[in-house]
């Protein structure tokens, strides 16, 4: 007789519990809740930070693959840099601008007349558009430290509210001296909604990360392919000039 009261009254405290996702964040201690907002907030930006760069690395493989088209259609690339020299629209037009350039003020300056002064200008060329590679590659890869960020602490984070709501279980029951379901249930909740937050924020930002840092090392490989075909270019014309 006296399990079965000791059942209803269990029964009866957590009826009043609300176990919604609304309910169990609203009565959350105010620690779990700061740590669930930072959660939430971390997510958030990261997805932004997701969907923004895949979006411009798809647009940048458009991009470089009509430049490709355009740069080996047999047409004059004095007039193809002539086109897109004021305002280049992706890092492989930027890469193919500052080679030009630069070889347009050596050809200008008289610089090629010796094998010696050519040697010089191939290296300068190869080296400015290794810098450009560079430049643009460090441009592509910003904000992922925050993705890696995300991906490395949220789970940690989320754990701190998850023993923060185990300590706020146990202090209920010493301080109501109480081990029933409607003493525990409130502080258990809320430790594992806190590592649910901590999970949702840091598994997509470690799926993403590792997507985007293989896509952008497949396109900085493709920058350095092209540079490597059009300083082969620039190096043979500077032999037939020599010849």
């Not at 355009?70 to 992706?90: T, V």
């Not at 080296?127 to 441009?139: A, C, K, L, Q, S």
């Not at 092209?226 to 032999?239: C, H, T």
Request: glycine content about 6%; hydrophobic content about 50%.
């Amino acid at each position: 007789m006296q399990g079965s009261d000791l059942t209803a009254a269990a029964l009866s405290g957590t009826s009043a519990i609300d176990f919604s996702l609304w309910g169990m964040i609203s009565q959350a201690d105010p620690v779990v809740k700061i740590v669930m907002l930072i959660l939430l907030l971390a997510s958030f930006w990261s997805w932004s930070i997701i969907f923004s760069k895949f979006s411009r690395l798809r647009t940048l493989a458009l991009q470089a693959s009509t430049f490709e088209d355009l740069f080996w259609s047999g047409g004059a690339l004095d007039d193809l840099y002539d086109r897109i020299a004021q305002k280049p629209k992706n890092p492989m037009e930027s890469v193919f601008c500052a080679a030009m350039r630069e070889w347009r003020r050596s050809l200008t300056k008289g610089k090629a007349a010796t094998s010696d002064l050519r040697a010089t200008i191939q290296d300068r060329i190869d080296r400015i558009m290794n810098v450009t590679v560079g430049r643009e590659i460090d441009v592509l890869e910003r904000r992922m430290g925050f993705l890696a960020s995300i991906g490395a602490t949220a789970v940690f984070i989320g754990l701190f509210g998850t023993v923060w709501g185990i300590m706020h279980s146990f202090q209920s029951i010493a301080l109501q001296k109480n081990t029933n379901l409607a003493v525990v249930a409130p502080g258990i909740a809320e430790a594992l909604l806190a590592t649910a937050f901590g999970l949702v924020a840091a598994i997509p930002a470690v799926v993403a990360y590792n997507k985007l840092s293989a896509d952008i090392n497949r396109y900085g490989n493709r920058l350095e392919s092209f540079s490597s075909e059009f300083g082969s270019i620039i190096s043979r014309q500077l032999e037939e000039s020599d010849s």
